[in-house]
């Protein structure tokens, strides 16, 4: 059930829920999320970004292995461009099937990213492919960006950015990081920015860097209007803990065994998120879908 990313954030946002969006390096990170969302009866967000295409997660090998895997279920998967920022790449991933692009021009002057991105949309817009964009700037959490309120998305400029780029949904800075925070450290949000945000725009919402950010703090921002969370750093973190689990029980274990490991580990972490943020159970056909946060 491969589909647009906008149809499963607008009825997250229509329900007031949130969505899971996994960056999945392999077959063993997209088939432990997808699987995951089959046994939550959750949607999913598959996603990658450019570096991670470059390194490991090629397009062309990881396509079909998404495709096939999203045909096996009875969920909506979405695939999702993290963090995209060349024409090039961006277009071609829409030329090869990707459900979602996110275009990053939050380090861009504003009147560049409004440009750059309505050109994004409306190509993508074309051959069915949603959009997200950002405003605002959420950096890296080993720069302290989290702390930096000049970072965060100012609402009635939000506003003017939505109307003018025809985004279908919006990533918003609102006290996250990407990457590891430092050691016992749980960010700030700022709460009252993100409800003034959903009261104007009344759309999708994501929140980038959501590892770490602990559970209290998951729970408010999606209750206060966040739709889609970014996780990375913290799936990473769960299949390389059950990798290490499973060698301190066996020393010899061989290298499948390792990644089947991995694979359990971090699809029982998706499925715990899925709770957190409200996910679980909403596709289940002919039974009460749950209540969204109040």
Same mark, same amino acid.
């Given at each position: 059930?491969?589909?647009?990313?906008?149809?499963?954030?607008?009825?997250?946002?229509?329900?007031?829920?949130?969505?899971?969006?996994?960056?999945?390096?392999? %077959?063993? %990170?997209?088939?432990?999320?997808?699987?995951?969302?089959?046994?939550?009866?959750?949607?999913?967000?598959?996603?990658?970004? !450019?570096?991670?295409? $470059?390194?490991?997660?090629?397009?062309?090998?990881?396509? !079909?292995?998404?495709?096939?895997?999203?045909?096996?279920?009875?969920? !909506?998967?979405?695939?999702?461009?993290?963090?995209?920022?060349?024409?090039?790449?961006?277009?071609?991933?829409?030329?090869?099937?990707?459900?979602?692009?996110?275009?990053?021009?939050?380090?861009?002057?504003?009147?560049?990213?409004?440009?750059?991105?309505?050109?994004?949309?409306?190509?993508?817009?074309? %051959?069915?492919?949603?959009?997200?964009?950002?405003?605002?700037?959420?950096?890296?959490?080993?720069?302290?960006?989290?702390?930096?309120?000049?970072?965060?998305?100012?609402?009635?400029?939000?506003?003017?950015?939505?109307?003018?780029?025809?985004?279908?949904?919006?990533?918003?800075?609102?006290?996250?990081?990407?990457?590891?925070?430092?050691?016992?450290?749980?960010? $700030?949000?700022?709460?009252?920015?993100?409800?003034?945000?959903?009261?104007?725009?009344?759309?999708?919402?994501?929140?980038?860097?959501?590892?770490?950010?602990?559970?209290?703090?998951?729970?408010?921002?999606?209750?206060?209007?966040?739709?889609?969370?970014?996780?990375?750093?913290?799936?990473?973190?769960?299949?390389?803990?059950?990798?290490?689990?499973?060698?301190?029980?066996? !020393?010899?274990?061989?290298?499948?065994?390792?990644?089947?490991?991995?694979?359990?580990?971090?699809?029982?972490?998706?499925?715990?998120?899925?709770?957190?943020?409200?996910?679980?159970?909403?596709?289940?056909?002919?039974?009460?879908?749950?209540?969204?946060?109040?």
């Amino acid at each position: 059930m491969l589909v647009s990313m906008k149809a499963i954030l607008d009825d997250a946002n229509k329900m007031n829920y949130g969505v899971m969006a996994m960056n999945s390096i392999n %077959m063993e %990170m997209a088939r432990a999320g997808i699987m995951a969302a089959e046994e939550e009866h959750s949607p999913i967000i598959i996603q990658f970004g !450019p570096g991670q295409m $470059k390194n490991h997660a090629h397009a062309e090998e990881m396509l !079909p292995v998404i495709k096939e895997l999203s045909s096996r279920v009875r969920v !909506p998967v979405a695939l999702n461009l993290d963090h995209g920022t060349d024409f090039n790449v961006i277009a071609d991933c829409i030329n090869r099937g990707f459900t979602n692009v996110m275009f990053d021009g939050s380090s861009l002057p504003y009147e560049e990213n409004v440009s750059r991105t309505a050109i994004i949309t409306a190509l993508a817009h074309g %051959m069915g492919c949603s959009v997200e964009g950002e405003l605002g700037h959420v950096g890296q959490a080993i720069d302290s960006d989290d702390t930096d309120v000049d970072l965060y998305t100012d609402p009635g400029l939000a506003l003017d950015f939505v109307q003018r780029t025809g985004v279908d949904a919006l990533a918003v800075a609102i006290g996250t990081a990407h990457g590891a925070y430092p050691k016992g450290k749980i960010p $700030k949000l700022d709460f009252e920015r993100l409800k003034k945000l959903k009261e104007t725009l009344r759309m999708p919402l994501v929140l980038h860097g959501g590892s770490g950010s602990g559970e209290e703090n998951l729970k408010k921002a999606v209750a206060c209007g966040i739709n889609k969370i970014n996780v990375c750093t913290d799936a990473f973190e769960a299949g390389k803990r059950s990798m290490l689990i499973a060698l301190e029980e066996k !020393p010899d274990l061989d290298y499948m065994h390792l990644c089947m490991a991995a694979e359990a580990g971090m699809k029982a972490f998706v499925k715990d998120y899925m709770k957190v943020i409200g996910s679980s159970g909403r596709y289940i056909y002919g039974e009460t879908r749950h209540i969204g946060y109040e």
